[in-house]
């Protein structure tokens, strides 16, 4: 099973080429530790791809796209026409996340995991799609075990296709109307804490549209006992095909020695599911951004990460993402690129 | 007198320019808001350039260099014959500045403002040298108040020399070895607060190097008594050269209607005094990072800024600068090649 081989390959990060990284960074003209947290990164870069000078130069962005049956009942400021409709904005190349994707000279994939429209054929769009959105998880599982299980497949089968392309770093990114809905169950499904302190505005609901949100959530996890030791139950039960699809992805980079820059909250929710899956995903994972959406704070900490960026970002579709790869490649040419005391003939500190 | 046509000729920020970026914000397919302080900041530098699209391409860094005659008494944790070493180093392209420079597509500009060494001339160096470094804060003045207008204008200058070739914004950056403790002084008499809460380790002095350093910069403002609401008077009495440069450089952009990066703890000394020269500069100043030094706290709080990035950086040279200049052609981009919910025919939030 395509899954569980993936799972069983993914590596120890590599120690060895952590400490040649570090002992590097001690020799650049610069005082020690003064970089922070772009030296800090260096070391981890080191450690994931097993490589003392990691270099970050082919960089992706998956962009995975769903429906979500939960989205009829009013969780979203938005209508459910609007993923399809995103989707061709990503396309056409007018959505933020091209134009951050462009920036940091990061190629997108656009993934129809499970959108509710059959779109035309469209050479930059691929579709995986598991089924027409999910169910209402106010009426049962999202999906099925099986479901669920091709989803993340999917994912992995996406990245796999990337790599063989060339692919330093991937980054996540989500679009699905509703699907911070999910993303908030599973992150209560996973961490046990309360609904309401998970939940938040999304793209924009008001109080009324807020307390209904929370109301929803809590009756999703009674109906649908998640297993929070399963994250493939959690996934079938109160989940979405983008945020399976995006699990996959970062399993199937973290196989091959490939840092995951993690976006916001639903990134960060497919993240969750992928630990659950695979704990020994953990130290491939990078979170971007701390994001606006309430919660997501608990997901990072349960997750152990600590994200790069904290500038209100709320978007999802791999928007922080993009800005966290270009702090990567930076930390990366840092390590690479800087004259050492030695090589600019600049004196050290002092020994006492 | 150049200062004072320079200081007169700051404009206000342009209001109608701000408005219209941020009803362009509103229009393009995202949730109003979603991208955070990228938002807020394409909305300011619409207000700081006059431009509803604002376009960041031709970026600079001022990396000004000067030594310091308090450096001789212990406060820094690195010789002083580094500041000469160091300037070498940027003009060889080996320095933490080079590479993040060259990662965002920023050109350097490397000025000598008052290194204690003759260089060779070099086709990249401006030798601005208003002396061979400051006098010791602990024998009187650094400088006289005749030093501290020509290291300003001379800043003002440089930087309008490199708007005559093409600046759409503006990163400082500054080298002097022992150059925590002038910021550290000219923090605690513009802001009233006590040295203790302002000093910080810089480059990596120990316990007892620390209080002495408290001990040294309360003796020199004891000596000095630098007047707080004369900035010139300041710079000149605790002061340094690249630090008046510096804040020339921003007075000198802000007259332009050109954005100014503010690097770290140096660079924000340079932009306190020029807040005390022309208050009405503050409008043009964005703040790239928050230091790990400490007391950089205080010194924004001054000045109003809310830091974009806090990844513990505490080097100087520009280079939080550098980072953020990218976020800043970021939010520029957002705003001009993003597609608006009409044109990318996207259903925009239901209004209840």
């Given at each position: 099973m395509t899954l569980k081989c993936v799972t069983d390959g993914i590596p120890e990060p590599d120690a060895h080429?952590?400490?040649?990284?570090?002992?590097?960074?001690?020799?650049?003209t610069k005082p020690q530790g003064s970089l922070g947290r772009l030296e800090e990164l260096?070391?981890?870069?080191?450690a994931i791809t097993g490589r003392p000078l990691p270099v970050i130069?082919?960089?992706?962005?998956?962009?995975?796209?769903?429906?979500?049956?939960?989205?009829?009942?009013g969780v979203s400021a938005y209508p459910p026409e609007v993923t399809p409709?995103?989707?061709?904005?990503?396309?056409?190349?007018?959505?933020?996340?091209?134009?951050?994707?462009?920036?940091?000279?990061?190629?997108?994939?656009?993934?129809?995991m499970g959108v509710d429209y059959d779109f035309d054929p469209h050479p930059h769009l691929l579709v995986k799609k598991v089924a027409h959105g999910t169910n209402s998880i106010l009426c049962g599982p999202a999906m099925t075990r099986e479901q669920a299980e091709q989803?993340?497949?999917?994912?992995?089968?996406?990245?796999?296709a990337e790599i063989a392309k060339g692919l330093d770093i991937v980054g996540t990114g989500d679009m699905g109307i509703g699907n911070t809905t999910p993303s908030a169950a599973i992150a209560a499904a996973l961490t046990g804490e309360p609904v309401s302190k998970i939940v938040g505005r999304g793209t924009g609901v008001d109080d009324a549209?807020?307390?209904r949100k929370v109301e929803i959530i809590e009756r999703a996890l009674d109906i649908n006992k998640p297993d929070p030791i399963d994250g493939l139950d959690v996934l079938a039960r109160v989940g979405g095909f983008e945020i399976g699809g995006l699990a996959g992805v970062i399993l199937g980079a973290a196989a091959h020695r490939k840092p995951v820059m993690v976006d916001g909250f639903i990134s960060t929710a497919a993240a969750l599911i992928a630990i659950a899956i695979a704990p020994q995903v953990r130290p491939y994972l990078i979170a971007a951004h701390r994001s606006q959406e309430q919660g997501h704070g608990i997901m990072l900490e349960w997750a152990g990460l600590e994200p790069l960026l904290d500038i209100d970002l709320r978007l999802g579709e791999g928007t922080g993402a993009a800005l966290g790869i270009s702090l990567a490649e930076a930390a990366c040419k840092i390590l690479s690129e800087m004259a050492t005391f030695e090589e600019a003939g600049v004196s050290d500190k002092e020994e006492e």
């Open positions: 080429a952590a400490e040649a990284a570090r002992a590097r960074q001690a020799a650049l260096s070391i981890r870069l080191a130069k082919d960089k992706v962005i998956i962009t995975m796209a769903g429906d979500h049956g939960v989205a009829q009942d409709q995103m989707v061709l904005n990503f396309l056409s190349g007018g959505a933020a996340i091209n134009v951050l994707a462009r920036h940091v000279g990061a190629r997108i994939v656009v993934v129809d989803a993340v497949e999917a994912g992995i089968e996406v990245v796999e549209g807020l307390a």
